[in-house]
């Protein structure tokens, strides 16, 4: 196995840096032979970090351009017509979002470095585009219901990459960037995991002009304490749902929330909820660990299937945090991730012929779309990429796979039994 940076110049002649992987004959075992499992890691962010940017591509350098509407494609259900009003700001700000601890990194001399400078570049171009009143891809962040769940993405993206998506921003944008986040107000958001959305629009705003609706964050976080159902799960309002929205919205947002409450006052009687949904959050960081098969799969439980490994967006954070529980060992949860990742994107179907995610769990599915689903919608995929804000120095990287929980109960390996928390 090698790893290299190439150019290459695709059908319609435009010419990209990517980083390239490649495999020959290569498995863990055969890595572990011959002698090369302490690069296991090394290769593994290599991969991922040409996945993440293979998803962005078509993104950011469309909207760099202001060409997000003309060339981005808008699948969704035959019956439904409404999602161009949405899909363009779903797709920037759940992609940013997730991009975003990665981002955060910074340019250095590494391959690597380089090549986030290139997408640093290229996502504070898409920023200015998306939030100029005169763009042609200006986002629509008020009108409908949807804008505001895309608003939080993208406000989270801005709370995870202060150094990287915020502080260059020239004043004129970031005064835009206020009004458009500013905007989704007049969105009155359901009884549900909706209400986390306007918390973190709040969060964004708190932290970076000083300003904010705290009714709506308080409302967020006593409903969300409210709604918890125990043993680190909490309803989608009054009652639970199985499928993965404690993971995709719930306790990602309810964490970025309170941590910026907290950052903005640490004598704040947040700070003590911190700690308690830290806790939970560890601990369905744990169940999810779990539910990874030995061969990368997942149950399709629940709705929005389409979001793809974007459903463990709260194993991968808890990782970044460094605050995975310590029954975990992160080389296991690293693997666990790439193996999943790896698995889902190279099914055939999952990218069209230009690149664009298509609806699916794995390849082309458009059965599993819900209505409100569309080919922007599922580039929340991209907070599966979370860990790559961990720096390639981190012990996260270093070393080879360790078997993640299901890899080992399936060999026959002697484990700890697992036990719920008590609150």
């Known amino acids: 196995m090698y790893i290299r940076f190439i150019t290459i110049r695709c059908a319609a002649k435009q010419t990209f840096t990517a980083l390239c ?35 962005a591509d078509p993104v950011l350098n469309a909207l760099s351009k202001n060409q997000l509407r ?17 899909t363009y700001l779903e797709a920037f700000g759940r992609l940013l979002s997730g991009m975003a601890p990665w981002l955060e990194l910074g340019p250095d001399n590494t391959p690597e470095g380089k090549l986030r400078k290139k997408y640093i570049d290229l996502a504070l171009q898409c920023i200015r585009n998306a939030v100029d009143p005169a763009s ?38 970031k005064q ?7 905007s989704s107000r007049v969105i009155k958001p359901g009884n549900n995991n909706w ?73 704040s009687p947040y700070a003590k909820l911190w700690g308690e949904e830290l806790r939970r959050a560890q601990r369905y960081a744990a169940v999810q660990e779990r539910l990874i098969s030995p061969e990368g799969t997942y149950p399709p439980l629940g709705r929005s299937l389409a979001y793809r490994y974007g459903a463990f967006h709260l194993l991968s954070k808890i990782a970044l945090m460094e605050a995975l529980p310590k029954e975990l060992e992160p080389r296991q949860v690293r693997a666990a991730l790439y193996t999943m990742i790896k698995r889902q994107t190279e099914a055939p179907g999952t990218f069209d012929a230009k690149g ?3 609806i699916g769990l794995y390849g082309h599915q458009p059965g599993i779309g819900e209505n409100y ?29 360790l078997p993640w929980t299901t890899v080992k109960i399936w060999k026959g390996e002697d484990i700890q039994t697992d036990h719920a928390i008590s609150h």
């Open 21 to 55: 992987l490649f495999v020959v004959g290569f498995s863990p075992a055969k890595a572990q032979q011959a002698g090369q499992g302490e690069k296991q890691g090394e290769q593994e962010r290599a991969y991922l970090v040409q996945t993440l940017t293979r998803i």
């Open 70 to 86: 003309v060339q981005m494609p808008v699948e969704a259900a035959p019956n439904v017509k409404d999602r161009p009003s949405f």
């Open 136 to 173: 042609a891809d200006f986002m629509n962040f008020k009108s409908g219901a949807q804008p505001l769940v895309d608003a939080a993405f993208f406000a989270e993206a801005l709370l995870r990459a202060p150094n990287q998506l915020w502080k260059p921003l020239d004043e004129a944008t």
């Open 176 to 182: 835009n960037v206020f009004k458009a986040l500013q």
């Open 195 to 267: 209400v986390l959305f306007s918390s973190t629009v709040e969060a964004a705003l708190l932290t970076y002009e000083g300003n904010y609706e705290r009714a709506k964050v308080d409302t967020a976080v006593s409903k969300l304490m409210s709604w918890y159902k125990g043993d680190g799960a909490y309803g989608d309002g009054a009652e639970f749902h199985w499928d993965y929205y404690n993971s995709f919205v719930m306790h990602p947002m309810l964490l970025e929330t309170l941590d910026a409450l907290v950052k903005h006052d640490p004598q």
């Open 356 to 358: 664009w995610l298509q």
């Open 373 to 401: 689903i569309s080919t922007g919608s599922l580039y929340l995929c991209s907070e599966a990429f979370l860990v790559l804000g961990l720096p390639a120095s981190n012990p996260f990287w270093l070393g080879a796979d």
